[in-house]
């Protein structure tokens, strides 16, 4: 590495040492007045409203990033540009609504210029801020610091390690409303229909699973030989073992070709499948969720899962890893 790489690195080092600290600082903080202002927006979405969040400069992308998680987790919510609220845009703000600021001095011009017309509304406000004693800090029904020991920034100015905590600190927001509330996966798929979120929530076993000639479907007394040529026909990492009614009895992976042929050579391929399978493999059921598809794919850290009939046990199909990156869910 040269002169200038090393420099580099330990650049982006004490950057992510310094938003470390800066984390660590705001979850120390965390305390009576997180709970205080959490129960504060689950009331003004219990009575019908949204959060309404606004911040100008770094802290308008923040507060627009922390309102999509609300909204993309069941937490109503939206942005509101302070500058554009003082000629119109206030209209956003409904008495059942809570608005939650950003500034990190607690005296930008513009927030301090929004709170007297929020005051006059009756809209209860979360600040988000570190200077206790500001000026924001005081308007608010409850104030949450977001105060850190220094920016990444050498020298001191530009908003870094600060926007990194306020944003864990919104996130911390949006997940607490979310464990207290109903909405769940189902919920979480309808928000986010598109791309490989969506597919993960929305398809389920039965959607992604081989099936007919492509399930490599083999009777227990098949030999190595023949298991081998169904394999290769369907191009499968597996091929499963069923009883005459269909139920699942066993599976044959690749390796356990390996580990086949290097116990027993070229005899092993005349010699029954049933003699090399694994019995009682784990299997997933055809509602199941891709999501859950995944999980047990990775952690089992196997390639090929064996769809079943949860009631009679019949093998209906099978999820192959190498299928799941046209789903969009790898």
Do not use: W
């Not at 927006?41 to 959060?51: D, M, N, T």
């Not at 309808?190 to 992604?208: C, E, N, S, V, W």
């Not at 769809?307 to 209906?316: A, H, I, K, M, S």
């Amino acid at each position: 590495m040269s002169a200038q790489g090393e420099k580099d690195v330990s650049a982006a080092l004490d950057v992510f040492e310094a938003e470390l600290e800066g984390i660590r600082a705001v979850r120390d903080a965390v305390g009576d007045d997180f709970a205080r202002a959490v129960a504060l927006l689950r009331g003004a979405l219990a009575r019908g409203g949204k959060i309404v969040l606004t911040g100008v400069g770094k802290n308008r992308y923040i507060a627009e990033k922390i309102s999509a998680t609300l909204a993309s987790t069941g937490s109503r919510s939206v942005f509101l540009d302070p500058m554009q609220a003082l000629h119109g845009d206030l209209g956003i703000l409904a008495c059942e609504d809570i608005l939650v600021a950003l500034s990190y001095s607690g005296e930008t011009d513009e927030i301090r210029n929004l709170m007297p017309a929020v005051r006059r509304l009756g809209i209860p406000v979360v600040a988000i801020t570190a200077a206790a004693g500001s000026s924001l800090a005081h308007f608010a029904e409850v104030s949450l610091s977001c105060a850190v020991p220094r920016e990444a920034c050498p020298f001191g100015i530009a908003p870094t390690t600060s926007t990194t905590a306020t944003l864990a600190l919104g996130d911390a927001i949006a997940m607490a409303l979310l464990r207290s509330s109903d909405f769940g996966r189902a919920d979480f798929a309808k928000f986010h229909p598109g791309g490989a979120i969506g597919q993960t929530l929305l398809l389920r076993a039965r959607d992604i699973m081989r099936t007919g000639e492509r399930l490599a479907a083999v009777a227990p007394e098949t030999t190595l030989a023949d298991v081998v040529v169904k394999m290769t026909h369907t191009r499968s990492g597996a091929a499963f073992a069923v009883s005459g009614s269909g139920k699942l009895l066993g599976i044959f992976t690749d390796g356990d070709f390996r580990r086949a042929l290097a116990g027993a050579g070229a005899l092993a391929l005349s010699r029954k499948v049933a003699d090399f399978m694994t019995a009682k493999p784990v299997t997933i059921a055809p509602d199941d969720f891709a999501a859950d598809v995944l999980r047990v794919l990775e952690g089992r850290e196997i390639d090929d899962l064996p769809v079943v009939d949860p009631e009679t046990g019949v093998l209906v199909g099978a999820v192959d890893i190498q299928d799941l990156p046209k789903f969009k869910i790898l």
